[in-house]
Nanobody
Framework: QVQLVESGGGLVQAGGSLRLFCVAS????????MGWFRQTPGKQRELVAR???????TYADSVKGRFTISRDNAKNTVYLQMNSLKPEDTAVYYC????????WGQGTQVTVSS
């Protein structure tokens, strides 16, 4: 069993940066895929970025070039570095793990003001 806890969200002005953290209670080294999703009211949850145990990364088109996902298996942590933030990035961001996405965190709010 793996439990995920996100942190690092907050309020930032457009053009600013935030770094999200996802700490796993178990060993994430055995989990092949981890990712970050986001959701706004009335919309489906969307995949923002994912990273495999081998370090292969995939990003949504809307965040390419601005967001970077990384993982540190020794620290059981996955990161999402978000730069050049836009108001449309405002959402609750969720960390997820496993294929299919078996494990989810509780979410952290990111608000980008214009």
């Amino acid at each position: 069993q793996v439990q995920l806890v996100e942190s690092g969200g907050g309020l930032v002005q457009a053009g600013g940066s935030l770094r999200l953290f996802c700490v796993a209670s178990g060993r994430i080294s055995s989990i092949h895929v981890m990712g970050w999703f986001r959701q706004t009211p009335g919309k489906q949850r969307e995949l923002v970025a994912r990273i495999t145990s081998g370090g292969s990364r995939t990003y949504a088109d809307s965040v390419k070039g601005r967001f970077t996902i990384s993982r540190d298996n020794a620290k059981n942590t996955v990161y999402l570095q978000m730069n050049s933030l836009k108001p449309e990035d405002t959402a609750v961001y969720y960390c997820a793990a496993g294929v299919p996405w078996n494990y989810w965190g509780q979410g952290t709010q990111v608000t980008v003001s214009s």
